[in-house]
């Protein structure tokens, strides 16, 4: 009897192995901010940044993105760009994380993806809004979501002796595509 149920359960356990699908974010698509200043409007680009998500049964089990920061580069030279490592604590918190869990997956637009974005060493309850498409031996996930620099206790980047200042909400842009 005890062997009997020992096997029943690991039969059962196989069966859920199988029914995960694991995927990882590919090189396709990218991450983009869109912010402003007093003087300009200015778009950064994140040039690494890796993820995974786990799909059981329509349901995300796990989604994970991290960016490097200090691949966060600017048109504008490295001296935008050391402002931008700056305010983000670069060297305390190298990565910007996100992570969810136990999402429910639907096509289409307006999917609320509920999750934990951790920026600067602060890690806030989030609601992002996506477009969720399934692909060939794939899912693409895209959107944006307007961030306050303050919410994560980032101080908005100044240039001139202070005459310049970055504006508090920045928009990450993101198209996402994970493949098994």
Do not use: C
Not at 105 to 133: M, N, W
Not at 136 to 156: A, C, K, M, R
Request: net charge negative.
């Amino acid at each position: 009897m005890r062997n009997t149920i020992l096997l029943f359960l690991v039969f059962m356990q196989s069966l859920v192995a199988v029914a995960q699908e694991n995927y990882t974010l590919t090189d396709k698509g990218g991450i983009t901010v869109d912010g402003s200043s007093t003087l300009h409007d200015w778009t950064v680009t994140a040039n690494a940044y890796s993820g995974a998500l786990a799909l059981n049964d329509k349901v995300f089990t796990s989604i994970s993105l991290e960016v490097d920061v200090i691949s966060i580069l600017s048109t504008r030279g490295a001296t935008m760009d050391k402002k931008t490592h700056n305010a983000l604590k670069f060297e305390a918190f190298p990565k910007i994380k996100f992570e969810a869990k136990d999402v429910a997956f639907s096509e289409g637009d307006g999917q609320a993806i509920p999750g934990t974005l951790h920026i600067a060493g602060v890690g806030k309850e989030v609601v992002i809004q996506t477009r969720i498409q399934t692909l060939e031996g794939g899912i693409q996930i895209s959107g944006s979501y307007t961030i306050t620099l303050q919410d994560f206790n980032i101080e908005p980047p100044t240039a001139m002796f202070g005459s310049i200042v970055v504006g508090d909400d920045v928009t990450v842009n993101f198209d996402l595509v994970f493949a098994k």
